[in-house]
Nanobody, 127 residues
Framework: VQLQTSGGGSVQAGGSLRLSCAAS????????FGWFRQAPGKERELVAA????????RYADSVKGRFTISKDNAQNTVYLQMNNLRPEDTAVYYC?????????????????????WGRGTQVTVSS
């Protein structure tokens, strides 16, 4: 299984970036996906999650209304559109995949169960 993450970079506050996570080696339609981030000196946190069928999403309060997670099951790719970026969004961002374990299982902000991880991509927001 591989999760290929791309799209990080440096922007000024108020700018936008889109992260991509291309998955291979797994049955894409049976996995939840999450975007995590870890800032220097801080614990890793889940900022957005999407259900296996892309029917539902969840967000951390800190990014709600600014970030959008989406899942293209035809392209086996997950995206994180980040708008109105703030300096506090500066972090290494990771894509991760969690298998569905039950029919009709809903998406949550539970960080447990993510089995596969992509390499991190740096996002730097300057003021």
């Amino acid at each position: 299984v591989q999760l290929q993450t791309s799209g990080g970079g440096s922007v000024q506050a108020g700018g936008s970036l889109r992260l991509s996570c291309a998955a291979s080696g797994l049955f894409f339609g049976s996995y939840f996906f999450g975007w995590f981030r870890q800032a220097p000196g801080k614990e890793r946190e889940l900022v957005a999650a999407i259900s296996y069928n892309a029917g539902a999403t969840r967000y951390a309060d800190s990014v709600k209304g600014r970030f959008t997670i989406s899942k293209d099951n035809a392209q086996n790719t997950v995206y994180l559109q980040m708008n109105n970026l703030r300096p506090e969004d500066t972090a290494v961002y990771y894509c991760a995949a969690k298998p569905r374990t039950a029919i009709g299982q809903g998406v949550t902000m539970d960080e447990i169960g993510y089995r596969y991880w992509g390499r991190g991509t740096q996002v730097t927001v300057s003021s």
